[in-house]
């Protein structure tokens, strides 16, 4: 059964930094477009960062540019979101999700194009 299971989130103070980790079971990270997507209250979700199949193309949405990056450990079968100078505009609830069997370079950050998703990790920024 594939399954994705968030960690990570809390409570941080602005210009903090929080890596979340993203779990994976059921399938390999490696053969898989792993997204990182959020959603903050009363607001749509928004992609924030994917990952290739391949592991070299990294697609960005417009909050991750220069503060966050995203990782793979094909080892612990596992992608992680690095947070860096967090703000209280980063809060929401933060998602990873998989799109099994994808294309060796692609990178998406619509929701659509994923398959399973994690129960989600909360990130809080406040001081």
């Known amino acids: 059964q594939l399954q994705l299971v968030e960690s990570g989130g809390g409570l941080v103070q602005p210009g903090g930094s929080l890596r979340l980790s993203c779990a994976a079971s059921?399938?390999?990270?490696?053969?898989?477009?792993i997204g990182w997507f959020r959603q903050a209250p009363g607001k749509e979700r928004e992609g924030v960062l994917c990952?290739?199949?391949?592991?070299?193309?990294?697609l960005h949405g417009d909050s991750a540019k220069a503060r966050f990056a995203i990782s793979r450990d094909n080892a612990k079968n596992t992608v992680y979101l690095q947070m860096n100078n967090l703000n209280p505009e980063d809060t929401a609830v933060y998602y990873c999700?998989?799109?099994?069997?994808?294309?060796?370079?692609?990178?998406?950050?619509?929701?659509?194009?994923?398959?399973?998703w994690g129960q989600g990790t909360q990130v809080i920024v406040s001081s």
């Open positions: 990952i290739s199949v391949s592991g070299v193309f990294v």
């Open positions: 999700a998989a799109a099994p069997g994808s294309r060796w370079s692609g990178t998406s950050l619509k929701s659509e194009d994923y398959g399973y």
């Open positions: 059921g399938f390999t990270v490696d053969d898989a477009m």
